[in-house]
């Protein structure tokens, strides 16, 4: 199994607060990702990263932000907390590779807004 | 915008029954396709990655087929046990580039013993 660490695993919190979900890689994968899972809607890629400082917005990024300041951390914040975004996030990575790109998720982070 | 179908949404199937699980996707235009298996409470696990210029590829009782042109891909079990019960995603790489995957919502497979 890809090394992939996600923490906390199971959060809740109150509207309005800020929260931080943190991924961690032992593989030295360039590629990093936050993905939400909701029934319904699938994964959807919120934000991604593709070196440490360079990120991206996926198609869900509004209300969330990130950031890379090393190869293997990659942080998911909601800056004020909202019950729509109670949901399932995951982190994943890959290699950079176009052809052969397998993505690797973690376990998850069960996020509850209350 | 890249759009990812799969059909049916849930099937239950007697144990030892082969099986064909079925995505589309709107956007031709993809250098590869992965199918994943999800179990309850858990992250996704890739089974197979597809590349543009394959037709298939296998990995034990697994087989994934891809037809670019018309937009389809097929992930064929054989000889179903209780233990491949879990949910089946494809994805594939976004209109807005390969690093943006779209993923399916999935077919939620029961294998009954």
């Known amino acids: 199994d890809a090394g992939i660490t996600q923490s906390p695993r199971h959060k809740v919190t109150e509207t309005g607060t800020p929260v931080t979900l943190r991924c961690h890689q032992t593989e030295n994968h360039r590629y990093m990702y936050w993905y939400r899972q909701d029934p319904g809607h699938g994964l959807r890629l919120i934000h991604y990263s593709y070196g440490v400082k360079d990120t991206d917005k996926g198609e869900v990024s509004d209300g969330y932000s990130v950031s890379r300041s090393k190869t293997e951390d990659f942080l998911l914040t909601l800056e004020s907390a909202t019950s729509s975004q109670t949901s399932v996030y995951f982190c994943?990575?890959?290699?950079?590779?176009?052809?052969?790109?397998?993505?690797?998720f973690g376990s998850g982070t069960q996020l509850s807004v209350l | 915008k890249q759009e990812v179908t799969q059909i049916p949404a849930a099937l239950s199937v007697p144990e030892g029954e082969n099986l064909v699980l079925n995505c589309s996707f709107t956007?031709?235009?993809?250098?590869?396709l992965q199918w994943f298996r999800q179990d309850p409470g858990k992250g996704l696990t890739s089974l197979l990655l597809?590349?543009?210029?394959?037709r298939e590829q296998t990995s034990g009782r697994l087989n994934a087929s891809l037809d670019k042109s018309s937009g389809r891909s097929t992930l064929y079990i054989a000889a179903s046990q209780p233990g491949d019960s879990a949910t089946y995603l494809c994805?594939?790489?976004?209109?807005?580039?390969?690093?943006?995957?779209?993923f399916g919502i999935g077919t939620k497979l029961q294998v009954i013993p």
């Open positions: 956007d031709s235009a993809i250098y590869n």
């Open positions: 994805a594939v790489p976004s209109s807005g580039g390969y690093q943006k995957v779209t």
């Open positions: 994943a990575i890959s290699g950079g590779d176009r052809v052969n790109e397998k993505l690797f």
């Open positions: 597809i590349q543009s210029s394959q």
